[in-house]
């Protein structure tokens, strides 16, 4: 079963990989018709500046932080896991968060070191705020790797590479310059944030008493409509859902008898219920 998981999530990422290595070459072929030289140089060292910035920021937690979430998460350790992704967030945060502010007050003062790179201060500024979010997305994404979670990365980073180089390429084509890596640039990390945020899991450890009882806390029951639930099991995993009440106004003209019935006999309304149940 395990074994199964791990080859779905590799197919998973490798298709993932694939289309960003082809929409890549797509999008810089196409770019590199629609800006000028300068904007070319400028480009490169906005990205360089990126590639810098999270290098010295990220200190590589990501790949440590997916290899021993995912090591205790195997082991069924949730606490020692989530521990670990508190503990690597924490120290990105330190690390990030200081040198992001030294850089945008120092960002006047290093755009004038480039070339016709004092009017782009202000992209310099978004790019770096956004390299910091990506630190915190790139986290996220390892601990969600560790969890297994493979097709809901593969998935969540195809959108954001389809649609922030289509919506990029358009922005140069329509001769907005620079523009179209900022928006490519800065769409990442909003949309990653928004999406991972959404998925958002939260786990607790319970153990079962002999009778098969676990408690459920409270801050999740609050919200459900209904005391029943459905137990769904996939594979090794079981899934606890709550059940929907149905209105009794939602069963208003939900169905349609012939008028031809006879409601006083009872073996009338049972042939127009077949009739129904066949149709």
């Given amino acids: 079963m395990q074994s199964t998981k791990a080859a779905r999530g590799t197919l998973y990422l490798t298709v993932q990989q694939l289309i960003q290595y082809l929409a890549a070459f ?13 904007e070319v140089g400028l480009w490169s060292i906005l990205t360089a500046s990126t590639a810098v910035f999270t290098t010295l920021t990220l200190l590589g937690l990501p790949v440590a932080t997916q290899k021993y979430v995912s090591e205790n998460y195997g082991r069924g350790d949730l606490s020692l ?8 967030f924490t120290i990105v945060a330190l690390s990030t968060l200081p040198t992001l502010t030294a850089a945008l007050l120092l960002s006047s003062s290093l755009s004038t070191l480039i070339p016709g790179g004092a009017e782009y201060a202000i992209p310099f500024i978004l790019i770096l705020s956004a390299s910091a979010i ?32 289509a919506s990029g390429l358009a922005l140069a084509y329509r001769g907005y310059g620079l523009s179209a890596h900022l928006v490519k640039t800065l769409y990442l990390p909003f ?41 769904v099991r ?4 079981i899934e606890v859902v709550p059940v929907e009440p149905t209105l009794p106004s939602n069963l208003f003209d939900s169905i349609r008898i012939s008028e031809k019935v006879d409601f006083a006999d009872p073996h009338s309304l049972k042939r127009a219920l077949f009739e129904l149940q066949e149709h």
């Fill in 26 to 38: 797509i999008f810089y072929a196409g770019l590199a018709r629609f800006i000028t030289q300068t």
């Fill in 134 to 165: 990506l630190n915190f997305t790139a986290l996220y994404g390892a601990g969600m790797l560790g969890l297994g979670m493979c097709l809901e990365v593969a998935v969540q980073n195809l959108a954001f590479i389809l649609i922030s180089k």
């Fill in 234 to 237: 996939r594979g090794d995993r």
């Fill in 81 to 88: 896991a989530a521990s670990i992704s508190r503990l690597s």
């Fill in 191 to 231: 949309y990653s944030t928004l999406v991972e945020l959404s998925e958002m899991v939260e786990v607790q450890v319970k153990e079962v008493d002999p009778q098969g009882r676990i408690s459920i806390p409270i801050e999740w029951r609050k919200n459900w409509k209904s005391r029943k639930l459905v137990l």
